[in-house]
């Protein structure tokens, strides 16, 4: 079962998300600041990160740093749920490492498109890697044979 991480100070919007990922039949858990979602990133393993950028401890500029900086961690898609949603905020965020944005409030059908997106991007990808180390693995074999 898909896992999704939300990471959000706010606990109606932490809950409005919950509420909207679970009717879609997506497993939860929750963060309320930066340096928890960083903690339960490497507890929970998830599949997917909804992370607000303004947020207590770390903010989710932050977050996504540490994210990309680690090799193990690198590759999670990471969508920005934010207010920001003047001009040139989206392509800033975009620009930041992040793997997609939502703007808040936070509407179910552009939650539901950006989800499918990128986790259909991710599994596409774990696909092509998993096909890609199983050819290495055969040509070894076929040396070693």
Known sequence: MTKILIAEDNAVNRELLRELLEMRGYTVVEAC??????????????????LDIG??????????????????????????????????????????????????????????????????KRVNQDLSQSQASGSRGKAQAAREG
């Open 55 to 120: 947020m207590p401890v770390l903010d989710g500029f932050a977050v996504v740093r540490k994210i990309r900086e680690n090799p193990h961690l690198a590759s999670l898609p990471v969508v920005a749920v934010t207010a920001y949603a003047m001009q040139g905020d989206r392509e800033r965020i975009l620009n930041s490492n992040f793997d997609g944005y939502l703007s808040k409030p936070v509407n179910s059908r552009s939650l539901a498109e950006e989800l499918d997106r990128l986790l259909i």
């Open 33 to 50: 600041d930066g340096d928890e979602a960083l903690r339960m990133i490497e507890q929970t393993q998830p599949d997917l990160l909804l």
